[in-house]
T-cell receptor, first 115, second 111 residues
Framework: SAVISQKPSRDICQRGTSLTIQCQVDSQVTMMFWYRQQPGQSLTLIATANQGSEATYESGFVIDKFPISRPNLTFSTLTVSNMSPEDSSIYLC????????????FGSGTRLTVV | DQQVKQNSPSLSVQEGRISILNCDYTNSMFDYFLWYKKYPAEGPTFLISISSIKDKNEDGRFTVFLNKSAKHLSLHIVPSQPGDSAVYFCAARGGADGLTFGKGTHLIIQP
């Protein structure tokens, strides 16, 4: 399975600021996925990032709020912009596991607290 | 509208007994179901999966059962061990990329 390095692991940010989360994969992958887990809620897909094209956002998520970069096949960033306390969540990146049908590997997550 | 539902936020089971975690779904387009296990401060890790064309898949102590007519699946862990204490997420895939998750069930294995 792919190994994902995600950072930062946690951060406390002031409202109105932005935070960029990085995900590095140890192998080349076509698609990378970004999820959010709000307190007490399920993991919700934010967007799918393909290298060389614009990310595809799920309903309720927009590029201005969550810009994503995918400069190559092993790296992606998610920025949480103009943060408010409602953005306090765990953010996770994920890739498909080539060794397992529809299996997905996840990073360890970024726990974001907005104050 | 929650398409994947785990109605039990927590479950406590004695060590050595069977743990049964349940999951219901509403979208009949889902074609693959997965269970993930999550420890605190870690990302979810894949546990077991099942295709919609099957009704059972077994891997060691873990068995997943799928009842398509009831849109229900369950994860059985037997025997339960202390290391099984974690949050278990039911997830489904269908059509689009990515997964749809339930809210998770916190399994506590008591000695």
């Amino acid at each position: 399975s792919a190994v994902i390095s995600q950072k930062p692991s946690r951060d406390i940010c002031q409202r109105g600021t932005s935070l960029t989360i990085q995900c590095q994969v140890d192998s080349q992958v076509t698609m990378m996925f970004w999820y959010r887990q709000q307190p007490g809620q399920s993991l919700t897909l934010i967007a799918t990032a393909n290298q060389g094209s614009e990310a595809t956002y799920e309903s309720g998520f927009v590029i201005d709020k969550f810009p994503i970069s995918r400069p190559n096949l092993t790296f992606s960033t998610l920025t949480v912009s103009n943060m408010s306390p409602e953005d306090s969540s765990i953010y996770l990146c994920s890739v498909e596991d080539k060794d397992r049908v529809y299996g997905y590997t996840f990073g360890s997550g970024t726990r974001l607290t907005v104050v | 509208d929650q398409q994947v539902k785990q109605n039990s936020p927590s479950l406590s089971v004695q060590e050595g007994r069977i743990s049964i975690l349940n999951c219901d779904y509403t979208n009949s387009m889902f074609d693959y179901f997965l269970w993930y296990k999550k420890y605190p401060a870690e990302g979810p890790t894949f546990l077991i999966s099942i295709s919609s064309i099957k009704d059972k898949n077994e891997d060691g102590r873990f068995t997943v059962f799928l009842n398509k007519s009831a849109k229900h699946l369950s994860l059985h862990i037997v025997p339960s061990q202390p290391g099984d204490s974690a949050v278990y997420f039911c997830a489904a895939r269908g059509g689009a990329d990515g997964l749809t998750f339930g809210k998770g069930t916190h399994l506590i294995i008591q000695p």
